[in-house]
T-cell receptor, first 114, second 112 residues
Framework: EAGVAQSPRYKIIEKRQSVAFWCNPISGHATLYWYQQILGQGPKLLIQFQNNGVVDDSQLPKDRFSAERLKGVDSTLKIQPAKLEDSAVYLC????????????FGPGTRLTVT | AQRVTQPEKLLSVFKGAPVELKCNYS??????LFWYVQYSRQRLQLLLRHISRESIKGFTADLNKGETSFHLKKPFAQEEDSAMYYC??????????????FGQGTILTVHP
């Protein structure tokens, strides 16, 4: 089966600009996650979707970050406006169903804010 | 709050030597613990899960609730084990089921 797809793979923007990331999970996977991984740290969950509903966005900086998962398939994560500290790898992961445990990760999008 | 600590950022061993990657956690309930691995230029992927009690690629990990640890061990390291290893904790229930909290990661380098 095809894995989790993400685009773009790399993005360089200036601070105060906007950026959007796209994720296509594995077909049939109901749960989708966005993680932020700052250099030297482990991934940190930003938001979790179950189908097209938000389950957990407690660590999402809502003043600048937004995410949606229309139709319960693809998802986009947006940052507006970006700050220097947003430089990180943004990982998307998906999980098949509620009682499965394994998360499958995409290749990530490396964002550099200058 | 749940937390995962991996005290070693870097770990170097020679091929054939035993290796142990340390992981400690704090969690108020019954956690599910995992080890994820990222090989060079590859995606983050699941290595093993504590409930399964399997040995994957020669690695094992035992959950010690008394010491709140979940150390990853392999008796004879191989060069292909060189990678970044993350210990992760998941809440076993509730609306955020499956949410992973990761440690900072340990870079394992196995020298020939």
């Amino acid at each position: 089966e095809a894995g989790v797809a993400q685009s773009p793979r790399y993005k360089i923007i200036e601070k105060r600009q906007s950026v959007a990331f796209w994720c296509n999970p594995i077909s049939g996977h109901a749960t989708l996650y966005w993680y932020q991984q700052i250099l030297g740290q482990g991934p940190k969950l930003l938001i979790q979707f179950q189908n097209n509903g938000v389950v957990d966005d407690s660590q999402l900086p809502k003043d600048r970050f937004s995410a949606e998962r229309l139709k319960g398939v693809d998802s986009t994560l947006k940052i507006q406006p970006a700050k220097l500290e947003d430089s990180a790898v943004y990982l998307c992961a998906s999980r098949q169903k509620r009682d499965s445990y394994e998360q499958y990760f995409g290749p990530g999008t490396r964002l550099t804010v200058t | 709050a749940q937390r995962v600590t991996q005290p070693e950022k870097l770990l170097s061993v020679f091929k054939g030597a035993p290796v142990e990657l340390k992981c400690n956690y704090s969690y108020s309930g019954s956690p599910e613990l995992f080890w994820y691995v990222q090989y060079s230029r590859q995606r983050l992927q699941l290595l093993l899960r504590h409930i399964s009690r399997e040995s994957i690629k020669g690695f094992t990990a035992d959950l010690n609730k008394g010491e709140t640890s979940f150390h990853l061990k392999k008796p004879f390291a191989q060069e292909e084990d060189s990678a970044m290893y993350y210990c992760a904790l998941s809440n076993a229930g509730g609306t955020s089921y499956g949410k992973l909290t990761f440690g900072q990661g340990t870079i394992l380098t196995v020298h020939p």
